[in-house]
């Protein structure tokens, strides 16, 4: 694939995912879960084993965890409730931007590009992190796991936060790291960019791009010519 996406298809709209894309928040996700866990006696998960779970939302994060510790998955909705409390209080501790994806947005932005996240996170928790992190002023639409479009890979969510962009699935690029990204792309008819820094293990996905480097985004998707 050539270095751009077709520009007869240039972008009106650019949808992130967050965690794994624009956010490197396994800290704080592993901190919060490891005080449930030490709640319910089990012990808790390293960093890596929690980074091995990343993409599914809260529910598939508990549901994962209780996995490994051979434990009880009819635990998982208490824990939950409980893992989103804690993780409600220090949702960006620890949590860092990737380096350029908050310059990269907000240029996006400036151009006039519409930009939207689309994630399993909870929105009341992913606008803390997008605060946090200085991509807020930015974001012009926000669907998370809890917004009623239900979760990715379901295509909803990912149309529903187009759709709030004033866009169209045709004239949109989605960015994600995870095969949860890609599968929930592909249903949407959607393009999509993978970053290969996230949870995901990019050699076993098949987008439409790699975006290594997030200064390189604007290339990619055909707004500048390449140097």
């Given at each position: 694939?050539?270095?751009?996406?077709?520009?007869?298809?240039?972008?009106?709209?650019?949808?992130?995912?967050?965690?794994?894309?624009?956010?490197?928040?396994?800290?704080?996700?592993?901190?919060?879960?490891?005080?449930?866990?030490?709640?319910?006696?089990?012990?808790?998960?390293?960093?890596?084993e929690v980074r091995?779970?990343?993409?599914?939302?809260?529910?598939?994060?508990?549901?994962?965890?209780?996995?490994?510790?051979?434990?009880?998955?009819?635990?998982?909705?208490?824990?939950?409730?409980?893992?989103?409390?804690?993780?409600?209080?220090?949702?960006?501790?620890?949590?860092?931007?990737?380096?350029?994806a908050v310059e990269?947005?907000?240029?996006?932005?400036?151009?006039?590009?519409?930009?939207?996240?689309?994630?399993?996170?909870?929105?009341?928790?992913?606008?803390?992190?997008?605060?946090?992190?200085?991509?807020?002023?930015?974001?012009?639409?926000?669907?998370?796991?809890?917004?009623?479009?239900?979760?990715?890979?379901?295509?909803?969510?990912?149309?529903?936060?187009?759709?709030?962009?004033?866009?169209?699935?045709?004239?949109?690029?989605?960015?994600?790291?995870?095969?949860?990204?890609?599968?929930?792309a592909r249903a949407?008819?959607?393009?999509?960019?993978?970053?290969?820094?996230?949870?995901?293990?990019?050699?076993?996905?098949?987008?439409?791009?790699?975006?290594?480097?997030?200064?390189?985004?604007?290339?990619?998707?055909?707004?500048?010519?390449?140097?």
């Amino acid at each position: 694939m050539s270095p751009a996406l077709s520009r007869a298809r240039l972008p009106h709209a650019v949808v992130f995912d967050l965690d794994g894309t624009l956010v490197d928040s396994v800290a704080d996700v592993a901190a919060a879960l490891a005080g449930v866990l030490r709640e319910a006696g089990i012990h808790p998960l390293s960093e890596d084993e929690v980074r091995g779970l990343m993409g599914h939302g809260a529910p598939g994060l508990l549901r994962g965890a209780l996995r490994l510790r051979r434990c009880d998955a009819t635990e998982a909705a208490w824990m939950t409730r409980r893992f989103l409390d804690r993780y409600a209080a220090a949702p960006a501790a620890h949590s860092t931007a990737y380096p350029g994806a908050v310059e990269t947005v907000a240029a996006l932005a400036a151009a006039g590009i519409p930009i939207g996240i689309c994630t399993n996170k909870a929105a009341w928790t992913a606008r803390a992190v997008l605060r946090a992190l200085g991509f807020a002023p930015h974001v012009g639409a926000l669907v998370g796991g809890d917004s009623g479009h239900g979760m990715k890979p379901d295509p909803a969510p990912l149309l529903a936060c187009i759709a709030e962009l004033g866009a169209t699935p045709e004239d949109t690029v989605y960015v994600g790291d995870h095969h949860v990204d890609i599968t929930t792309a592909r249903a949407a008819g959607v393009r999509v960019l993978a970053v290969p820094f996230g949870y995901g293990d990019v050699a076993m996905l098949e987008p439409d791009g790699i975006l290594a480097d997030y200064a390189a985004l604007p290339e990619m998707l055909g707004l500048v010519e390449a140097g």
